[in-house]
């Protein structure tokens, strides 16, 4: 079994539209959507989800009502700006915990943040396994992980010769989650000064991890 993932240096080189047209001509294949942050793969194969899971990662502040002296000390402390009038900006809070040190009324928690959904979907041409990252989450290279953990597993149960994964744009953190022990990489660009250099970049990041 070989795993392929198609990368492009940025968005809009056409490397989805390149993904679906191997998913049509491959004989024997699991496909993975790895771009959590802005997954479209979806939206050209239209598939049926047949499985949908919770994808917990990373931590935000819980302030209990009942026990909060209304100190104002965590307020004066938190560099995020996450906590105002006692209470927390799930959004804004980026789940450092200090708050929960310093408080003297033991009043606040650090609590296990849902940060978005994976699943497992049939489409005409195979399986697809996909997911979606929550607005303003991070931890994405961890999902792109899990992705991937469960297209291999449904590989090698399934007995097929390819993965096809849809890696994200760029040279972050999930492109190297989806490039990590990948068997090749197809790198797509676009016939500009710009599209060449992060074509370049992505190139090293390939070279680096020897695909």
């Not at 047209?21 to 294949?29: I, P, T």
Request: proline content about 3%; hydrophobic content about 40%; some cysteine.
């Amino acid at each position: 079994m070989k795993e392929v993932v198609v990368l492009s240096g940025k968005g809009g080189t056409g490397k989805t539209s390149i993904v679906g047209s191997f998913a049509a001509l491959a004989k024997s294949k699991v496909l993975a959507d790895c771009d959590v942050d802005a997954a479209d793969l979806h939206l050209l194969l239209q598939p049926t989800i047949r499985e949908e899971h919770e994808f917990w990662s990373g931590q935000v502040a819980v302030i209990d009502g009942e026990k909060c002296t209304r100190c104002g000390l965590c307020q004066d402390i938190c560099r995020f700006a996450a906590i105002k009038e006692f209470e927390v900006d799930a959004i804004s809070c980026e789940g450092c915990g200090f708050c929960s040190h310093v408080c003297p009324a033991e009043a606040i928690t650090m609590k296990e943040n849902l940060a978005g959904h994976w699943f497992i979907s049939d489409t005409i041409y195979s399986p697809l396994v996909h997911a979606r990252l929550g607005i303003t989450q991070e931890n994405s290279g961890k999902l792109v992980a899990a992705v991937r953990q469960q297209a291999r597993q449904m590989a090698e149960n399934q007995e097929v010769d390819f993965i096809i994964s849809d890696g994200p744009p760029g040279i972050g953190c999930p492109v190297i989650s989806s490039l990590s022990g990948a068997s090749l990489a197809l790198l797509v660009t676009e016939p500009t000064l710009s599209g060449i250099h992060d074509l370049e970049r992505v190139l090293g990041v390939c070279r680096h991890f020897s695909v």
